[in-house]
């Protein structure tokens, strides 16, 4: 059987370092080896498990290789996809896929692990809210150390929310461009297969059932950012 891997580090410094890498690697390896699969592509990204699997960059080229390839997608771990259900549920609709930590579970068992890892996940986030909530009360009452734990957490968070908008921005420009260059052909054949304008350009890839990135119909307008994005222009 073919696979693709896909890795996830949560930081920078953890993909530079290989913090977490490398055991995802050889969780894969082992299971490839002991399974007899065969690894066709591996692919890797730096973000959070909170955006979506099919946001990612490298995520969204792990798809398109499967397809390519006619193979499974394979993670070492089910969290390293998505702890969210609805993110694995849809995926499950998209992809063949398995865990290597777990390669003989079926779509049934994935589906129940996404939904206990979902509500771990849940359980942390209250557990975090409420000591937050005790250490606000503590230090409104002019405790010291609780009042520096606070100042420390709103710089971190502050710092923490500057970079992941900065990524956010690069992913989203990164997506645009992948997805433009899905649609190129699709656009040139239709450039020069009628009359070379916006308009029926964006008839024709409609006729095709050719959809933008968000599942909508071409108009003249989301004809030319496509075109702009690609740098091809209308012929003189």
Known sequence: MNIVAYYRVSTDGQGKSGLGLDAQRE???LAAESNGWIIVGEYTDTASGTIPPTERAQCKAALAACAEHDATL?????????RDVEDIAGLMKRVQFKVATMPTADAFQLHIYAALAQQERE???Q?????????????????KEAQAKVARRDAGREAAQKVGTGRALEAKAVNADNRAKVLEAELKACLFDGEPTYSAIAKCLNGKGVTTDRGNAFS???VKRLMARLNIALPV
């Open 27 to 29: 969780y894969i390896r």
């Open 74 to 82: 394979v993670v070492a771990k089910l969290d390293r996809l998505s």
């Open 123 to 125: 359980f942390i986030a």
């Open 127 to 143: 557990r975090t809210t409420a000591a937050l909530a005790r250490l606000k009360a503590l230090a409104g009452t002019g405790n």
């Open 220 to 222: 003249a307008m989301t």
